[in-house]
DNA sequence: CGGGATCCCTTAGGATACTG
DNA sequence: CAGTATCCTAAGGGATCCCG
């Protein structure tokens, strides 16, 4: 444990020694989400040894950045107040991380939980603030998100909001692959999308999706790397 | 290599398969303050094995992030523009460490360059903006910074700015004990600062150490664990 | 079935020595 | 000074098993 300290007083190495293992910040995305089961954890992180699940949970305990909270039956894990202080760090490094994402590959999986904080990095409030507030159902594989997007900010939510009527609440609903990417980083613009069937609007008004691309979008840094030699 | 993969299409999995492995985002910490030689980095890391600061460098320029530029005699490493970009990153982590910090450990040192990026961290540009322009010259052990406050912004400079006489271009000269820490936090008001002899006026308006305070303040996060159990 | 604990094996990473 | 080359420990990966 001794070796495994960087021995400096400084508080990016606080911060690393806290949360800076491997999987550890990913758990707290997803917990950033909203309080997770072990077995959610699992599932949003396929990946993730269930020794390992275990280890840095309890770390993250005895860091204070996770909380158990015992429910009726079984338990989730939470964070706290200050595990909730990650969320800066977590939208910076999405933010970052976004230039380098490139295509999706083969083996790599989107989860209902890494999308909504996707969303959460793109989302540009000084944007939104000018524009009416409107409701988006996002559909992407299996996942669907309803964004709700308003003068206070915005709102992520798994599911329809409307189980029924599909725009009961929603202005505008529509089907996107992972390539929902490009439009966020503004390489393709939304009637193209259209075009070329990356989005295809299930209901309501389709002139929605520039307002969408305009809410949210991030900007590719020059200099970013697309393709990562294997 | 394919099993070290979080096998996500999200962005801060993607940040973290470029910047997430051990040491890494020091090595950017240190860098994001200017170019360093391989030498300059092992003495700010002076815990990091030399072939991981290989390795790291390696891997950092395979992902864009650090460049190799040649010099007059040797070479140093530099960030590219895209590396640049992780200033947000290191920040955001060293904004909420700086929670955990604590009291510094017996095996805990303090580096120049880490220095230099806390004080860029606690930085307040919106009330610096209401200061008048403003030179710190500080010293932390055998460590001395120049701080620049003025309307645009924070530099932070290495050693003195004038070798000769003291009150050349600082308008306030202080040495401090880490401890400064506190009152960047709040926790130490300026005066009992001096009284205690957290801090010792070497020249300069005493008074503006007010100012100082006012211009790097970090807020503690409630809840923050203070003392890690070991 | 949720919530882990245990096992074994691979490999990253720590310590040190050595070289162009 | 700017890195390789080793050797070794311990963290992480993968599968399986356990317990209420």
Known sequence: MTARNYGQY?????????????????????LLVGPRRYGDLKKGLPRIP???LSTRLKELQQAGVVRRVPLAHGLVYDLTEYGRGLEDVVLALGRWGFQAMGEQGEDEIVTPDSMTMAFRTAFTPDVA???????????????????????????????????????GGANLVFAA??????????????????????????????????????????????????????
Do not use: K, M
């Not at 800076?20 to 997803?30: K, N, P, Q, T």
């Not at 390539?179 to 075009?195: D, M, N, V």
């Not at 295809?200 to 990562?228: N, T, Y």
């Open 129 to 167: 603030r000018s524009q009416p507030a409107t409701v988006y159902e996002v559909h992407i594989g299996d996942i669907v998100l309803t964004l709700s997007v308003d003068e206070l900010g915005l709102t992520v939510a798994r599911g329809s909001t409307t189980p029924g009527i599909a725009t």
């Open 50 to 52: 269930t020794n390992i």
């Open 10 to 30: 400084c508080g990016v190495v606080s911060a690393l020694e806290l949360v800076g293992e491997r999987w550890a910040l990913l758990i707290v995305r997803d």
């Open 177 to 230: 692959s992972p390539r929902i990417h490009e439009i966020i980083s503004g390489e393709l613009s939304p009637e193209s999308a259209i075009a070329g069937g990356t989005v295809r609007i299930l209901d309501g008004d389709a002139a929605l999706l520039e307002q969408f691309a305009l809410a949210f979008h991030l900007e590719p840094a020059p200099g970013a790397v697309r393709a990562i030699a294997v």
